[in-house]
């Protein structure tokens, strides 16, 4: 059985998160929470979500344990901001060629995810 990261495989899952943020920089509702240099922010959500997907764990061997939720306590997050959120990965991800399966999976995996990150009522 190969793993939901080989399924959509590197190549599609870096350009998906690059279309993302390419969205979110765009994004009045967000784009104001994050520090600037999207490429950065970027690269580790590269590291996160390959090891997420079940690829190898990139994200841990630079930055330890993840503690996402912990991680995300010095943005307000409510339910508006979570769904911009999950809005733009919707959209990334419908950008590219996937089995509807794969995408429908993930797409769910990222929105309990994002459900988790919401620190503050609206
Ligand atoms: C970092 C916002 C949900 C994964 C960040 C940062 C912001 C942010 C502002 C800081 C960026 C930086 O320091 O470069 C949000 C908002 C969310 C959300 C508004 C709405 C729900 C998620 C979800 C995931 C995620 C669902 C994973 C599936 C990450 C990761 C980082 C990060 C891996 C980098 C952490 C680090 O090492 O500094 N997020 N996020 N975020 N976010 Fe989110």
């Known amino acids: 059985?190969?793993?939901p990261?080989?399924?959509?495989?590197?190549?599609?899952?870096?350009?998906?998160?690059?279309?993302?943020?390419y969205y979110v920089e765009a994004d009045t509702r967000?784009?104001?929470l994050f520090?600037?240099?999207?490429e950065e922010t970027a690269r580790k959500q590269k590291q996160f979500l390959t090891q997420f997907l079940g690829g190898p764990a990139l994200y841990t061997e630079e930055h330890g344990h993840p503690m996402l939720r912990m991680r995300?306590?010095?943005?307000?997050?409510?339910?508006?901001e979570r769904d911009a959120w999950v809005e733009n990965m919707t959209r990334a991800l419908n950008d590219f060629e996937m089995n509807s399966e794969l995408r429908s999976f993930i797409l769910q995996r990222l929105e309990m995810t994002a459900?988790?990150?919401?620190?503050?009522?609206?």
Do not use: K
């Not at 990261?5 to 943020?21: K, P």
């Not at 995300?72 to 508006?80: C, E, G, K, V």
């Open 1 to 3: 059985m190969s793993t």
């Open 5 to 21: 990261y080989e399924a959509i495989g590197q190549d599609t899952l870096y350009a998906v998160i690059d279309r993302f943020y």
């Open 30 to 32: 967000i784009n104001h």
């Open 35 to 38: 520090p600037g240099d999207f």
């Open 72 to 80: 995300h306590l010095s943005f307000r997050i409510t339910p508006f």
């Open 115 to 122: 459900a988790h990150m919401v620190n503050t009522e609206d």
